[in-house]
């Protein structure tokens, strides 16, 4: 079995990728490593800082062994928004809850504007002995007009995919994966290993 250091911490992506990659052993950063950075202007800026600084701190790690590691930097694209909150996704609304986190990014849209938006994700793997690999995936869709669904984790429960009438929120998580913009960098990531 491939094993796989996840260069986060974030419980909603923990459980997407175990879903996403069942065949791998997924491990993550300790509570006690340092916040990893985000500070780049593109989220493959952002999926390389998270990638090298786990690559730093596995280095020194004598007795850890993995197969590779692996980042991951997404969010949620609103063209009324001219593209936030974007690489501040995880940023956007502090101290707010989920549910109030997706109300007040509703607020924000102008009566009458366009609700089209995207979920982006890019990944970053590295294993040992090659050079960092990317790879990215983006789901279209509009903005709900409330949040709808308990599923997911994010945005999801006001994010309805193109052509579709349900939310991620309203998805089952094998329906979705399908789908989503981590779904299909996963993918990606999954023929260049050969684990399809």
Not at 48 to 77: E, H, N, Y
Not at 102 to 119: F, M, P
Not at 167 to 181: P, Q, V
């Amino acid at each position: 079995m491939i094993r796989i250091l996840l260069a986060s911490r974030n419980v909603g992506k923990l459980k997407e990728f175990k879903s996403l990659l069942p065949e791998v052993e997924l491990l993550t950063l300790p509570s006690d490593v340092d916040e990893i950075p985000e500070t780049g202007t593109f989220f493959e800026e952002n999926a390389r800082q998270k990638l090298i600084a786990a690559q730093v701190w596995f280095m020194k790690q004598p007795t850890l062994s993995v197969d590779g590691i692996l980042s991951d930097d997404s969010g949620l694209c609103v063209d009324a928004l001219w593209g936030a909150p974007g690489v501040l996704t995880a940023q956007f609304g502090p101290g707010l809850s989920a549910y109030e986190r997706n109300i007040k990014l509703l607020t924000l849209i102008a009566t009458g504007a366009s609700r089209s938006a995207r979920y982006v994700c890019v990944l970053a793997w590295w294993q040992p002995s090659q050079s960092i690999k990317i790879f990215s995936g983006v789901a279209e869709g509009i903005l709900a007009d409330k949040p709808r669904g308990q599923n997911g984790f994010g945005y999801d429960p006001i994010f309805q995919p193109c052509t579709l009438e349900k939310t991620f929120g309203e998805m089952k998580d094998i329906e979705k994966n399908r789908l989503s913009h981590r779904g299909l960098a996963t993918l990606a990531l999954r023929q260049y290993l050969g684990i399809l």
